[in-house]
């Protein structure tokens, strides 16, 4: 018996919540008193993970994986939680996870949690605790099936070091034939994206057009953040849908979030309220976000994030 | 081509979530239901391919009598013909699965959904029914065009995207960029009177099992009191993220 935990990479490198999710499935082992084996795809340096407590790591390496193909990659995870008699598979919240986590569910007839925020509560019944109601909620769900998959929500367990001796072998997977063909891929680089980010700038339409994005853009950049914006923001054009947080947008679960002209619809709060610090500055004292930030400023954008920003480059000079 | 919409009836996004039968239930009482946003762009691009070349759409719920008004307004949005499968949604697996089986019993190419719904969120429907019927699948799509049987679309990744091509029949987890929101739909008068004789067949279910079930609901702990900070005052701010908070 084993938990197996996916460590996601892009372009060989892992990202923050594959450190995450070893350190998650280290303790689910612990709790199951089974064995825990991590899995990588493609990735560069697989050793790291032993910081986070991965004992016996496998790693496949196979240019027909590259880019990310979701049939292919969950028969990668199928084929080696059948081999390690894995009862729990752990993965992210990525979107590359969240795409490959319903496929392998059905090849191992694995009920999925996803969106799944702690360690189990018990383990038999087997009882997570998961995100619901576009976060305005939360679930006790039982999973009754024999095998189990839980994809843990970003930045809900945290980052936990906990160096461990170990040994990491090669997996000599089956690539399986996969209908969907990559063309091409478009990716900003040397930007913070929401989803990797611990902090995020987002802003309204309390600031009256994409003329006023630089200092945004600029408050980001000393804070080494992504941005975001609000819907009315992305439907109006000013800035691209792919920034738009809230219910129906991104979601955010950074450990930062500075909303600045956002008066806080019940939707953007219900985007954004996995982050673990929330910071408002607004104008009116009476929106709806003062009541869900733990810091607020009330003041004008325009007069405060100029200010803001020559004071925390003044605070990281230092 | 024959689309298939798979359509979530969900609370609407602006709903107060409560819970009731100590916290065991969703509490419906005055909660207005819609059709599940991310559904909605895709019921939207499935019109379009319908009136730029040429396709049945028929949509599709898994739940009680209460949904049919949900899937009525799919039909005045311009869905050809509803089907109902009558059982209780418990989980994703089970939809999944009594879906899998409207799909191979009715000969879709295309089948569109939102790529999660906005009360469980669970994002795993689309892709348990791709795996469960053997078509293609495409997950968090924002463009899409079908050509034939080729199919060109773009799926959001991390920090961009990605174009991929594939083939009918596919299964697709569409998000808002399959369209934009100003391009939805509104049900107009005439869409809402030839909605009513509209055929919505009701089918019984396979009786496919959950594999998950909720035992409770839990709201989020209230959170304390905003800090004010002056204006004038910004070191005060810098200096409880710094001290207080720990997040810069």
Redesign the interface.
């Known amino acids: 018996m084993s938990v197996l935990v996916f460590a996601d990479s892009?372009e060989g490198k892992f990202?923050k919540t594959a450190f995450e999710v070893v350190s998650y499935g280290k303790k689910v082992a612990e709790q199951l008193e089974s064995n825990l084996v991590v899995l990588t795809i493609n990735a560069t340096d697989a050793s790291e993970l032993h910081k986070y407590g991965a004992t016996k790591i496998l790693t496949v390496a196979n240019d027909s994986l590259s880019?990310?193909n979701?049939?292919q990659y969950a028969a990668v995870l199928t084929q080696v939680a059948n081999k390690e008699n894995a009862t729990v598979v752990v993965v992210d919240s990525?979107?590359?996870s969240?795409?490959?986590?319903?496929?392998v569910?059905?090849?191992l007839?694995?009920?999925?949690?996803?969106?799944t925020v702690a360690l189990p509560t018990s383990t038999s019944?087997f009882?997570v605790?998961r995100?619901?109601?576009?976060n305005?909620?939360?679930?006790?769900?039982?999973?009754?099936?024999d095998k189990k998959i839980i994809?843990l929500a970003k930045n809900s367990f945290g980052i936990h070091e906990n160096p461990a001796e170990g040994t990491t072998e090669n997996f000599d997977a089956e690539i399986a034939t996969s209908?969907?063909?990559?063309?091409?891929?478009?990716?900003?680089?040397g930007?913070v994206?929401i989803?990797?980010a611990?902090?995020v700038v987002s802003a309204g339409r309390g600031l009256k057009g994409p003329e006023n994005w630089p200092m945004i853009e600029e408050l980001a950049e000393v804070?080494n953040a992504a941005t975001a914006c609000s819907k009315p923001v992305s439907?109006l054009g000013w800035r691209p849908?792919?920034e738009?947080v809230g219910?129906?947008?991104k979601p955010v679960a950074s450990?930062?979030y500075i909303a600045i002209g956002i008066s806080g619809?019940?939707?953007h709060l219900?985007g954004i309220?996995a982050s673990?610090?929330k910071?408002?500055i607004n104008t009116d004292p009476e929106a709806p976000f003062?009541?869900?930030?733990?810091?607020?400023?009330?003041?004008?954008a325009f007069?405060?994030i100029p200010?803001?920003i020559e004071?925390?480059k003044a605070?990281k000079a230092a | 081509m024959k689309i298939l919409v798979c359509i979530s009836h969900v609370?609407d996004?602006?709903s107060?979530?409560n819970?009731t039968n100590n916290d065991a239930e969703?509490d419906k009482n005055g909660v207005q239901f819609v059709i599940n946003?991310?559904d909605e762009f895709c019921l939207t691009r499935a019109m379009w391919f319908k009136e730029k070349q040429g396709a049945t759409v028929t949509v599709v719920n898994v739940g009680g009598t209460e949904t049919e008004p949900t899937l009525r307004k799919a039909l005045a949005i311009g869905a050809d013909d509803a089907i109902r499968v009558n059982t209780n949604p418990a989980?994703?697996?089970l939809v999944?699965k009594e879906l899998a089986a409207v799909v191979k019993n009715g000969g879709y190419d295309l089948v569109l959904a939102g790529k999660e719904s906005?009360?469980?969120?669970?994002?795993?429907?689309?892709?348990?029914l791709?795996?469960?019927t053997d078509f293609?699948?495409?997950?968090?799509c924002?463009a899409m065009e079908v050509e034939g049987t080729s199919v060109?679309a773009k799926r959001?990744?991390?920090?961009?995207?990605?174009?991929?091509?594939?083939?009918l029949p596919l299964v697709v987890g569409g998000q808002?960029?399959i369209v934009e929101?100003?391009d939805l739909r509104i049900p107009n008068m005439r869409g809402i009177m030839m909605a009513r004789k509209k055929p919505l067949q009701v089918l019984e279910p396979t009786g496919a099992a959950?594999?998950?079930?909720?035992?409770?609901?839990?709201?989020?702990v209230p959170?304390?009191a905003?800090?004010?900070?002056?204006?004038d005052n910004?070191?005060e701010?810098?200096n409880?993220?710094?001290n207080e908070?720990k997040?810069?």
Do not use: W
């Not at chain 1, 007839?109 to 969106?115: D, I, K």
């Not at chain 2, 906005?118 to 348990?128: C, E, K, L, T």
């Open positions: 892009t990202k880019p990310f979701a049939k990525s979107i590359d969240l795409y490959l986590a319903p496929i569910a059905v090849n007839e694995a009920g999925y949690a996803s969106n019944p009882t605790k995100k619901a109601f576009s305005k909620a939360f679930s006790n769900t039982v999973i009754t099936t994809g209908g969907i063909k990559s063309e091409s891929i478009e990716r900003v680089t930007k994206t989803a990797d611990d902090t804070l439907d849908h792919s738009h219910q129906t947008g450990n930062l619809a019940i939707q219900a309220n673990k610090v910071v408002v003062f009541k869900a930030a733990d810091y607020g400023v009330v003041g004008d007069e405060v200010q803001l004071k925390l605070f | 609370p996004t602006t107060k979530i819970f969703f946003p991310y989980d994703g697996f999944a906005a009360d469980y969120n669970g994002q795993m429907v689309p892709g348990m791709a795996s469960l293609n699948f495409i997950n968090g924002v060109t959001e990744i991390d920090g961009g995207n990605q174009t991929v091509t594939t083939n808002k960029g929101e100003k959950a594999s998950t079930s909720i035992s409770s609901f839990e709201k989020p959170k304390g905003v800090k004010l900070v002056d204006a910004l070191d701010l810098i409880l993220l710094h908070a997040v810069i």
